[in-house]
């Protein structure tokens, strides 16, 4: 065996995700060491540092790495690419304000403990390794792990019994998903010649092989369970009701977004196999239209922003199908600009429902009446995340949808994006409805005027502000996102 | 023209289509308490967007049919979208009278609004940036922004400051608005994917030239864009959502509605679906001709037997608006300068009625034409401004809403007798409902006792419906000075058309 010798990029390739496990173990020691649990701020301020330090990290990255991929590191388990960056980019930014928001929401729930920012660290470490990992034991190790994470977050609240059910259920189906996955990649080994990296299963070439669409397919559905796809969707709004808000909030952006980046590297690398575009179109089309309906009806806004996620989950296969079709102008670059959209959107409208929710109770549409006379800088930052979920010009959701739509039909998939249309249609419905009662209806009499935590104004702000600046400017976020799809291709 | 200005080249059509959401911008650091202050500045401001396109005016050059003040930036270049402007025969009217209308929809709300004075005078700024930039983009996407642009505010003023059932209107409002531009949105996309370009004159050049569109592309993507556009206008059968929208609107809301944003959908077809898609126009030009006469006769019959002096206006709209439409797939000079009267008239006529009505309303709180009768002896001067407005939307020989009539049926007539006879009958019509309502409204006998203390109008109230009356007379005995105006586009338009 060769000795263990590290190169530099190596090193640096993993100094993100070790930034944020340090930090994660540290706070739970210091949590051991401080018996009486008192120093609240010191826990909050540990862990943004540590998001702040895997930031720095990152950034180190971004200079000294070239936007090239540095090839394969750690013999084939993760490399580093501007690709991987944005992803970790998306994760870290924000776990940094999932965890501005966590000080005042948690103290309010009652339940301010430490291990909540361990476990966001813990997930979002994992998250970055997944965005950059190349071969099937890294990438199911990332994902197994901030499954574990994720799933005690979803359980947080553990006096609550809604709490302990959803956290339930989610557990089981993610072990199932794990399953699938684990199953799936089992397969794609032994047909490539145990080969585990993307790029050696590539050079293969077993991918014609009918037993390896029905690994890929194993894969995929592992990957739609996790990121809500119908018909693998049935656990995501009970979950996210009886989840806590931010966790719901950390949940729908950063596992979502990491398990696309992961999918969306599988699935360049690998092609998928065949009947993957088949696939893919047919699950695109029935999440777009299912997710759009069943949110429709939804008096709970948390329900309503699940089955959104899951909708916004059918557009984001769109660009999967494109690159998969093989036309090598456009090569899906609108899957990274979008996912970065849909985060800042869907933080900006999280952040607004932990202002309002002191534990999972209120989040009704009802809550929201008169919002925009009681705090009208909150009221407005969610409606601009309403507005760029739905796709109205000049937020960057409309960028995103402008690109997703104008790449399907370049490569000829006219009917995705009639589709696309059709469904954002039905959603401009539901996105309005909390706009009506924030605006248009008088708040009721048992209203609390608790001011909102500064965290959670500066997010919903800074977001707000991020959304409308890249819908009026998103040339560089464009560009980058086009160049990091370019790299993964090579 | 004025030759000092020329010189330094003013980005004229960017402070026009700017300057009032700079004044929104303004607004959001005034004092939400300072009222007075607020209504002052936006109306100050509102003077400023009409003073730049008095310039605009000014500078255009009435010999010369093509695109002119045109502004070209790169703007977000990774999506090839460019913040491309310009102005021609088509729009320099309508950004006239956008401009025009702005600053006396101002003076009118002083009284009326008085709960989130701010939040209203931000969104009627907003909107009036939305409908100058609709009328002077020349990227789609550019056009597709300002145009949805208009759908938020409105939907605000609509939905915040309207009557009782404002949340059901709104809502009606956005969504039909929307499935439209929609469409709209899907066929721009495609036609960048065909031709590789978001610019207008571009894009017009390539269908013609290199990348044509066959006949089944052609077909689609004209319903596409006519779809969005018919909404807009309204066309029948799509118009139910406009009397809603009108009777839950404030006034200012429905001036503005009325006066200009329904312009948008005619417009649009002028600019954009009838020039980009010429055979596909032309194939569905009896279809589209036949719901247009469809329009103006149902919408006259509607009117006559409303009792709601806003929705009657409301279905007059849709009237005189099938006028426009039946203009605008004829394809010959004299009915499209008919068709671009008529929609500067429109806006006037309709404007000034909603305007008067919404002064009755501060004073009486109701709508009901049973509600009033005998107003002429306790409010003279109301009255005649009053009538003068009515006259105007009949299409009385001296003031405006004549020429554009008459050139309108002119062109019915030739295309087709029975067109001609039918949009006749809604002239008819129109005449009959109009003066109905004047008498019910004005004359017989005073039956409510509430009716004799009406206040008279106060100078404030003259002040604003004065330049309407002048803008009439003026459009009605000298329609040369604006027709001379669109003539060039309109020989360019046609000659193109018919290659």
């Keep these: 065996m060769e000795p263990l010798t590290l190169s530099k990029a190596e090193i640096l390739a993993v100094l993100p995700a070790g930034a944020l496990f340090v930090t994660g ?24 540092i540590g998001a702040t330090g895997a930031l720095v990290a990152l950034a180190s990255l971004f200079v000294q790495g070239t936007a090239a991929s540095t090839g394969e590191l750690y013999a084939g388990a993760m490399t580093d690419d501007l690709f991987g960056r944005l992803g970790a980019g998306v994760i870290i930014v924000t776990s940094l304000f999932c965890t501005l928001m966590a000080g005042g929401y948690l103290s309010s729930s009652g339940n301010n403990r430490a291990e909540f920012h361990a476990l966001v660290s813990f997930s979002a470490g994992a998250m970055v390794l997944l965005c950059q990992s190349t071969n099937l034991v890294s990438m199911f190790v990332a994902i197994e792990t901030l499954s574990l994470a994720v799933y005690v977050l979803a359980g947080f609240f553990r006096q609550q019994k809604a709490a302990s059910e959803g956290a339930f259920k989610y557990f089981v189906m993610g072990a199932f998903s794990s399953g699938f996955l684990l199953l799936g990649m089992a397969i794609i080994y032994g047909l490539s010649g145990a080969s585990l990296s993307f790029s050696a299963i590539a050079a293969a070439g077993a991918s014609d092989d009918a037993l390896f669409a029905v690994g890929a397919l194993l894969v995929l559905i592992g990957f739609a369970f996790k990121v809500g796809v119908v018909p693998f969707h049935s656990w995501v709004p009970d979950v996210y009701q009886g989840a806590p808000t931010l966790a719901v909030g950390w949940m729908a952006v950063a596992v979502k977004a990491s398990s696309f980046f992961a999918l969306c590297r599988f699935l360049y690398h690998t092609g998928g196999g065949a009947y993957m575009d088949q696939i893919l179109i047919a699950l695109s089309i029935v999440t777009m239209i299912l997710g759009n309906l069943a949110a429709l009806n939804q008096q709970s806004l948390k329900r309503m922003l699940a089955y959104s996620g899951i909708a916004h989950s059918g557009y984001l296969m769109i660009p999967l199908i494109v690159a ?18 849909y985060a800042g959107t869907t933080l900006a409208a999280f952040g607004v429902l932990t202002a309002l929710s002191k534990a999972t109770d209120k989040d009704q549409l009802g ?55 059709l469904t954002s249609l039905v959603s401009v419905y539901y996105y309005l409805r909390p706009i009506v009662a924030m605006w248009f209806r008088d708040p009721r009499s048992s209203f609390d005027l608790i ?26 976020l464009v560009e980058l996102s086009r160049i990091s799809v370019e790299t993964i291709l090579g | 023209m004025i030759p000092e200005l020329e010189s330094f080249k003013m980005p004229i059509l960017s402070l026009v289509t700017l300057t009032p959401a700079l004044g929104a911008l303004l607004l959001t650091l005034i004092d939400r308490n300072n009222k007075a202050l607020i209504r002052q500045i936006a109306l100050m401001v509102s003077f400023l967007g009409l003073l730049f396109s008095l310039i605009m005016v000014g500078n255009f050059d009435a010999t010369v049919g093509t695109m002119q003040m045109e502004e070209n930036l790169p703007w977000i270049e990774s999506l090839g979208i460019s913040y491309h402007l310009g102005v021609d025969g088509f729009s320099v009217l309508l950004i006239l009278l956008t401009s025009f209308s702005m600053p006396f929809v101002f003076l009118s709300t002083w009284k009326a609004v008085d709960s989130r004075v701010k939040e209203f005078h931000i969104a009627l700024l907003l909107l009036q940036t939305g409908m100058i930039g609709a009328f002077v983009a020349l990227d789609l996407i550019l056009f597709y922004l300002f145009y949805e642009a208009m759908l938020v505010p409105m939907y605000l003023i609509i939905g915040i400051w309207g009557g009782k059932d404002r949340v059901y209107a709104a809502l009606k409002f956005f969504i039909y608005t929307m499935v439209g531009s929609l469409f709209m949105f899907l066929a721009i996309l495609y036609l960048y994917n065909h031709a590789g370009t978001f610019d207008l004159p571009l894009l017009l050049e390539r269908l013609r030239t290199t990348n044509p569109l066959d006949g089944t592309q052609q077909f689609w993507l004209f319903l596409a864009f ?46 954009f679906a009838i020039p980009l898609f010429p055979e596909a126009a032309m194939d569905l030009r009896e279809e589209f001709c036949w719901l247009a006469v469809t329009g103006i006769i149902f919408g006259a019959c509607m009117a006559l037997v409303q009792t709601d002096i806003k929705k009657l206006i409301a279905y007059s709209s849709v009237s005189h608006l099938g006028f426009v439409v039946l203009a605008c797939f004829m394809n010959d000079v004299e009915s499209l300068t008919g068709a671009i009267l008529q929609m500067v008239n429109h ?34 001067v109301y009255s005649v401004f009053f009538i003068i407005a009515v006259l105007s939307s009949i299409g009385l020989p001296g003031l405006n809403g004549f020429v554009g009539e008459f050139l309108i049926l002119f062109g019915a007539f030739r295309a087709d007798a029975v067109w001609g006879i039918l949009a006749a009958s809604g002239v008819v019509l129109g005449a009959l409902y109009m003066l109905k309502m004047t008498k019910m409204f004005l004359f017989g006998p005073l039956v409510h006792d509430a009716n004799r203390s009406v206040s008279d109008l106060q100078t404030r109230e003259i002040l604003y ?21 669109v003539q060039p586009t309109l020989n360019l338009y046609v000659q193109m058309l018919q290659n």
């Excluded at chain 1, 998969?324 to 959209?341: E, K, N, R, V």
């Excluded at chain 1, 960057?396 to 589709?419: E, N, P, S, T």
């Excluded at chain 2, 556009?229 to 001036?255: C, E, M, N, R, Y």
């Design chain 1, 367 to 421: 809550d929201l009446n008169g919002l925009a006379k009681s705090r009208p800088l909150l009221a407005l930052g969610f409606t601009v995340a309403l507005i760029s979920l739905a796709g109205i010009p000049l937020t960057a959701g409309f960028i995103g949808k402008l690109m997703i739509f104008r790449d399907a039909i370049g490569a000829g998939f006219v009917q995705l994006a009639v589709i696309g249309i």
């Design chain 1, 25 to 48: 173990l540290i706070q739970l020691l210091t949590d051991l060491a401080d018996p009486n649990k008192t120093s609240r701020q010191e826990k909050t301020h540990l862990a943004m």
């Design chain 2, 226 to 271: 006519a779809l969005s556009f018919a909404i807009k206008v309204p066309l029948f059968p799509l118009h139910t959502w406009l009397p809603d929208a009108h009777v839950q609107a404030p006034t200012a809301g429905s001036v503005v509605l009325a006066g200009v944003l329904l312009k948008m959908g005619t417009y649009g077809l002028l600019r």
């Design chain 2, 347 to 380: 806006g006037l006529s309709t404007g000034m009625l909603f305007l008067m009505i919404g002064i009755i309303y501060e004073r009486r709180h109701t709508r009901e034409l049973a509600d009033y009768g005998g107003l002429a002896g306790v409010v003279p």
């Design chain 2, 465 to 485: 419906l004065s330049p309407f009356v002048i803008m009439m007379v003026w459009l009605g005995l000298y329609p040369s000075t604006f027709t001379k105006l």
């Design chain 1, 324 to 341: 998969l079709s093989g036309d090598d102008i456009l090569i899906g670059a609108s899957l990274p600009f979008y996912l970065c959209a």
């Design chain 1, 451 to 476: 001011p909102a935590p500064w965290g959670v104004q500066f997010t919903v702000g800074a977001c707000g502000i991020a959304t409308i600046v890249f819908g009026i400017f998103p040339d560089w």
